[in-house]
């Protein structure tokens, strides 16, 4: 009996360590929720609802590369702001449960100060968060999905001047 | 009784088709003292019967039955603490799985913000090389 007793003290000991782990789940969730309504963000959502949409787009103009990272994407969530962008970047480090997240690279120089956290189990990136600030603010960047670093890494290299602009306007005007 | 009647009986009684009234003719022959030598061991077998139906449980057995038989109360109690155990670990789980669901809703509440996948690709791709752009300053920050 007394065996059988310790087994279920295990058990429950056990259910209350998950349960821990839930709890802590999302801490980009709450983020995101806490400043959804706030006017002073920019929010860029694409859920994974459109992300299974995006099969039907057009792929053929599209590189392989940047084809294959989409694909294995799951959603994305940027929140952005030029209000007060250092507060807004404490705050999220704050925020950020290193426990479940992974530092990736930090960069700190004049410009620039960036965390790439990641969420990974058994070898697979399966959330990608950029927290940075820089000369447009602050932001916070996330990706879920099978996220394969190391093309995305490599992304950049494929990409010229001329399109990196294009980018950084474009960010800017959303 | 005559002897080979007796035997008759006896064969009758291993075959297990003996009748109660028969039962008690053989009971009675054996307590006589005219039993023949090479029956003395049925006559053993006989007065053994006879002795041992004489035997009454005692006052107290119905109490030490159900003494036996009662649920234990310390039984009880384990039971009742590993029932809260469980709950214990089992309740967060309840409590929390909604709110999970619920961080997760909030988390996706935020409205698509393009509704046509075309314009999301852009910004995906966006998103992706910003990401990459930085990335790439982080691992080779000489260039």
Known sequence: ?174 | MRQESIAGLLEKYWQAETTEEEERQLAEYFRGTEVPPEWESYRELFSFFEQEAQVKPGPDLERRIMESIRPRRHTAWWAAAAAIILLLGVEPLFRMAPEKTRVEQTAFVVKDTYDDPQQALAAVEKALFIMSKKMNKGLHPIK
């Open chain 1, 1 to 174: 009996m007394s065996a059988f007793i310790r087994k279920l003290s295990v058990l429950a000991a056990l259910l209350v360590v998950s349960a821990g782990v839930f709890a802590q789940d999302d801490a980009i969730g709450k983020f995101f929720g806490k400043y959804v309504d706030d006017s002073r963000f920019t929010i860029v959502s694409v859920s994974p609802k459109m992300f299974r949409l995006l099969s039907k787009v057009n792929w053929d103009t599209i590189p392989s590369d940047l084809r294959q990272t989409v694909t294995g994407l799951h959603s994305l969530r940027i929140l952005s702001t030029e209000t007060t962008p250092q507060q807004f970047y404490k705050e999220a480090l704050s925020r950020i449960d290193m426990k479940e997240y992974e530092e990736l690279i930090t960069i700190r120089d004049k410009q620039d100060n960036v965390r790439f956290v990641i969420k990974e189990t058994g070898g697979i990136v399966h959330e990608l968060l950029m927290i940075a600030v820089d000369d447009d603010g602050f932001t916070l960047m996330s990706f879920t999905g099978d996220i394969d670093l190391d093309k995305l890494s490599r992304l950049s290299s494929s990409l010229n001047i001329k399109g990196m602009e294009g980018l950084k306007n474009a960010k800017r005007k959303k």
